[in-house]
């Protein structure tokens, strides 16, 4: 079946533009996580939906960044007045888990991710 | 806030060495814990994941990891390495404070033919 998909594959933006990253979760995944893995480092989390339940932002590293879910499908994140640090590849990844749990140990299933340049 | 350590950031191995990836995490309270790995140009996939139960826990490729919690340890293990598992290997966790996976650093795994 369908895997995560994410759009762009590459991004090359100027310092200061805006961006918007866009990941399709596989059918029937209530949970959608973002995270950030910059070169050479291991994968940073950035936001977590889970159903209708409001978004867990923890881990987004300045307001400049924000994401968006429509019900259990597509969501976005943006990034504005991008910055030469944010140069990283964004990951986004999906899971079954039901919502409520507190411990989830369902596998969580990853897109291929954005490659995001600013130059 | 937890955190995992991969001590191995590169390793070279030659075809049927046997492997071992350390991983060490830092939490206080219930953890799951996860091997995933990236092969060159492919998503990251899922390797093995221990969440209760044997302590021992196999996974697919022939992979096998083993949870000591007294040491805060789930190292990977294979006894034979072929040139196929050349990859870079990450070891996560999520725990009661929230289902988000912390990463280590990774390993990339070089294994010559």
């Known amino acids: 079946g369908a895997g995560v998909s994410q759009s762009p594959s590459n991004k090359v933006t100027e310092k200061g533009k805006d961006v918007e990253l866009r990941c399709d979760p596989i059918?029937?995944?209530?949970?959608l996580y973002w995270y950030r893995q910059r070169l050479g480092q291991g994968l940073e989390f950035l936001i977590y939906f889970q159903g209708n339940s409001a978004p867990d932002k923890s881990g987004l590293p300045s307001d400049r960044f924000s994401a968006e879910r429509t019900g259990e499908s597509v969501s976005t994140l943006t990034i504005q007045r991008t910055q030469q640090e944010d140069s990283a590849v964004y990951l986004c990844a999906s899971s079954p888990q039901p919502s409520g749990a507190t411990l989830s140990t369902d596998t969580q299933y990853f897109g291929p991710g954005t490659r995001l340049t600013v130059l | 806030a937890q955190s995992v350590s991969q001590h191995n950031h590169h390793v070279i191995l030659s075809e049927a060495a046997s492997l071992e990836l350390g991983c060490n995490y830092s939490?206080?309270?219930?953890?799951?814990l996860f091997w995933y790995v990236q092969y060159p140009g492919q998503h990251l996939q899922l390797l093995l994941k221990?969440?209760?139960?044997?302590?021992l826990v196999k996974g697919i490729k022939g992979f096998e990891a083993e949870f000591i919690k007294s040491k805060f340890s789930f190292n990977l293990r294979k006894p034979s390495v072929q040139w196929s598992d050349t990859a870079e290997y990450f070891c996560a966790v999520n725990s009661d404070a929230g289902n988000m996976l912390t990463f280590g650093g990774g390993t990339r795994l070089m294994v010559k033919p």
């Open positions: 221990y969440f209760s139960g044997d302590p």
């Open positions: 939490y206080g309270g219930t953890v799951n």
């Open positions: 059918s029937g995944h209530t949970a």
